[in-house]
C-alpha cells in the first residue's frame, strides 16, 4: 500500500501557482519524498525529490516542514502543457525486502485557460 | 541521451492468447523495472531487476507472467495466458542503480513510453 495521502484532483487557472499537498504520517526517519509527473499516454517524469525544509529545481520547489508528516510540491505559474497527475511517493520495503517506490492513485491537476 | 525504449505501443489479442513485451533500457543503468498500470491507478511494480539477477517479483503473478533480462540490458516480459483483467499500460523503467545511495533515498527511475494491451 502507498505510504501517502493526497487529492484525487485540483484545478488551476493558467498563470496561478498550484501547490499540492501530500500527508505521509508515518514516514520514516530515512525516507526522502519524491515527486513524479505523468501525461497522458506517457510514463511517469521524475520532478523533484527531497528529505527536509526546502528543495528546489528548475521545474519545481518542494516544501517540508520539520515533523515531515506531509509535504507540498509547488508549480510556478502553471501552463496548459503542465495538465497532468502528479504523485507523491515515499520508499517502502517489499515483502521481498527491496527498498521501493509504491505509486498511489495521484493528483490530476486540470489547468484552465 | 536516448530514452527507454519499449515496443510495441499497442497490441490487442484475445484472451488467453499469448503476447511479449521488450524493453530496451537507457545505456549503463543497472536497475530495470516492469510496471503495470490499469487506467485510473497507479503504476504497480511487478519486477525489478540488478544488472540480469531478480531483486524483487513479489507481485508478478508466476502462473502466467514471466521476465527475463539476459546479459543485463534489454528484457522481455511475457503474459502466457493473458486474461481479461491484464489489459493495461505495461511500463518499462530503468534506473542507474547508484552504489552508495542514501537510506531511504531512491534512485531516479526514467519510464519509457509503455505498451497499451487491450485483451479481448
Known amino acids: 500500500l502507498a505510504k501517502t495521502t493526497q487529492p484525487i484532483s485540483m484545478d488551476s487557472y493558467e498563470g496561478q501557482e498550484v501547490n499540492i499537498t501530500c500527508s505521509h504520517n508515518?514516514?520514516?526517519?530515512?525516507?526522502?519524498i519524491t515527486w513524479y509527473q505523468q501525461f497522458p499516454s506517457q510514463g511517469p517524469r521524475f520532478i523533484i525529490q527531497g528529505y527536509k525544509t526546502k528543495v528546489t529545481n528548475e521545474v519545481a520547489s518542494l516544501f517540508i516542514p520539520a515533523d515531515r508528516k506531509s509535504s507540498t510540491l509547488s508549480l510556478p505559474r502553471v501552463s496548459l502543457s503542465d495538465t497532468a497527475v502528479y504523485y507523491c511517493l515515499v520508499g517502502d520495503y517489499s515483502g521481498a525486502g527491496s527498498y521501493q517506490l509504491t505509486f498511489g492513485k495521484g493528483t490530476k491537476l486540470s489547468v484552465i485557460p | 541521451e536516448a530514452g527507454v525504449a519499449q515496443s510495441p505501443r499497442y497490441k490487442i489479442i484475445e484472451k488467453r492468447q499469448s503476447v511479449a513485451f521488450w524493453c530496451n533500457p537507457i545505456s549503463g543503468h543497472a536497475t530495470l523495472y516492469w510496471y503495470q498500470q490499469i487506467l485510473g491507478q497507479g503504476p504497480k511494480l511487478l519486477i525489478q531487476f540488478q544488472n540480469n539477477g531478480v531483486v524483487d517479483d513479489s507481485q508478478l503473478p508466476k502462473d502466467r507472467f514471466s521476465a527475463e533480462r539476459l546479459k543485463g540490458v534489454d528484457s522481455t516480459l511475457k503474459i502466457q495466458p493473458a486474461k481479461l483483467e491484464d489489459s493495461a499500460v505495461y511500463l518499462c523503467?530503468?534506473?542507474?542503480?547508484?552504489?552508495?545511495?542514501?537510506?531511504?533515498?531512491?534512485?531516479?527511475?526514467?519510464f519509457g513510453p509503455g505498451t497499451r494491451l487491450t485483451v479481448l
Open positions: 508515518n514516514i520514516a526517519t530515512n525516507d526522502y
Open positions: 523503467a530503468s534506473s542507474p542503480g547508484t552504489s552508495g545511495i542514501a537510506r531511504g533515498r531512491t534512485d531516479t527511475q526514467y
